[in-house]
C-alpha cells in the first residue's frame, strides 16, 4: 500500500526559479528516500535521509525530514529544463529495500 | 556497477492471453530482486520480491506470480491477463549505498 504522498500533485516553475515538494507518511520509517522519473523511463535515486537525520544536501537537492510531523521535503534550487519529470518519496520501515511509494509530484520548469 | 535489462519494452496482450516479463541483472551477484507496478499516474507498488535462487514472497494478492530461476533473473508472468493487469512494471535490485534501489527501464503492459 503507498505510505507516502507528495504535495503538490504538478509543479510548473520557470528555469531558474526554486522548486519545493513535500511528502507526508503514516508510520515510523527506517529512512526517507526520493526518485525522480523521466517520462516512460525507470526511476533514478537521488537522496536517502535517515530518520536520525533532519537535513540532507546533493548538489542542488536539499531534502528535509521532520519525524514528529511525519513530513519530508525536497527542494530543488535554480531548477533547469533537464529537471523536468515526476519525483517521489520513498520510505522504508527497515533495511530491506522494501519501499512504499506516493503517487509523485510532476515538475514542469519552463525555459 | 550494476546494470538490469527488462525486456520487452512494451507489450499489448489481449484480455486472456498469458504474459512474460523478464529481467536480468549484471554487475552484481546474488542480488535481493523486486518487481513494482505503476499504474497510470501512480506510485509504485510492490508485487513481488525475492532473495535467492527459487525464493519469492509475495506483497499483494494477485493475478500474476514470479519466479527466479536464475541469481539473476527474475520473471513476471500470468496465466491468463486481467485489464486491471496493465500498467508499467519495474524490476530492481539494490543499488550500491545502503537502502537505496536501483531501477531498470521497465516494461509497458497494455491489456486490452
Known amino acids: 500500500s503507498q505510505q507516502g504522498e507528495e504535495d503538490p500533485q504538478a509543479l510548473s516553475i520557470q528555469e531558474g526559479e526554486n522548486a519545493t515538494m513535500n511528502c507526508s507518511y503514516k508510520t515510523s520509517i527506517n529512512n526517507l528516500q526520493w526518485y525522480r522519473q523521466n517520462s516512460g523511463r525507470g526511476l533514478v535515486h537521488l537522496i536517502l535521509?535517515?530518520?536520525?537525520?533532519r537535513e540532507k544536501h546533493s548538489g542542488r537537492l536539499r531534502v528535509t525530514l521532520d519525524t514528529s510531523k511525519k513530513s519530508s521535503s525536497l527542494l530543488i534550487t535554480a531548477s533547469r529544463a533537464a529537471d523536468t519529470a515526476s519525483y517521489f518519496c520513498?520510505?522504508?520501515?527497515?533495511?530491506?529495500?522494501?519501499?512504499?511509494f506516493g503517487a509523485g509530484t510532476t515538475v514542469t520548469v519552463r525555459a | 556497477s550494476q546494470t538490469i535489462h527488462q525486456w520487452p519494452a512494451t507489450l499489448v496482450q489481449p484480455v486472456g492471453s498469458p504474459l512474460s516479463l523478464e529481467c536480468t541483472v549484471e554487475g552484481t551477484s546474488n542480488p535481493n530482486l523486486y518487481w513494482y507496478r505503476q499504474a497510470a499516474g501512480r506510485g509504485l507498488q510492490l508485487l513481488f520480491y525475492?532473495?535467492?535462487?527459487?525464493?519469492i514472497s509475495s506483497e499483494v494478492p494477485q493475478n500474476l506470480s514470479a519466479s527466479r530461476p536464475q541469481d539473476r533473473q527474475f520473471i513476471l508472468s500470468s496465466k491468463k491477463l486481467l485489464l486491471s493487469d496493465s500498467g508499467f512494471y519495474l524490476c530492481a535490485c539494490p543499488g550500491q549505498n545502503t537502502g537505496e534501489l536501483f531501477f531498470g527501464e521497465g516494461s509497458r503492459l497494455t491489456v486490452l
Open positions: 535521509i535517515r530518520s536520525n537525520e
Open positions: 520513498a520510505t522504508a520501515r527497515s533495511n530491506d529495500y522494501k519501499l512504499s
Open positions: 525475492s532473495v535467492g535462487i527459487g525464493q
